[in-house]
């Protein structure tokens, strides 16, 4: 099972922007460097990550004195799913990724069982919603 920096990072992020944790809690607006230096993150990498969940329509962005990211819609209708998606490039499961394309489908004796903890995974994950990661 693969759940990346990136991600990771991303779901920190989002609750960061909520105000999870030891932050307070109701949403604002922070900067990457705001944000890098509460959670230890570097803030280049952070960039990055605020780049692409603002492409995925997670987070608004602003520039200028007042700017920063925000959450572009509430923390409880955001999904782990939603992250995961945005932010990696694989499958959960390295080979699960594609079934329809693998050549040893039809004779590989865990293909059904991949493909079973795929969907299981995706579907938890989808289920998850951010304001009930603690």
Known sequence: MRIST????????????????????????MT?????????????????IAARLKKGGLVCAAKGQNGGYWLARPIGEIAVGDVVRIMETEQFLHCSGNFEC????????IYKFLEEMETAMRTRA?????????
């Not at 693998?102 to 004796?109: G, H, T």
């Open 126 to 134: 989808d289920e998850m919603k951010l304001d009930k990661v603690k």
């Open 6 to 29: 990136k991600t990771r990072y991303g779901l920190r992020f989002l609750l960061e922007l909520a105000g999870e944790g030891d932050r307070p809690a109701s949403p604002r607006r």
């Open 102 to 109: 693998c050549p040893r489908r039809d004779s590989c004796a």
């Open 32 to 48: 990457t460097q705001q944000i890098a230096k509460n959670q230890g993150i570097s803030e280049k990498y952070l960039e990055a």
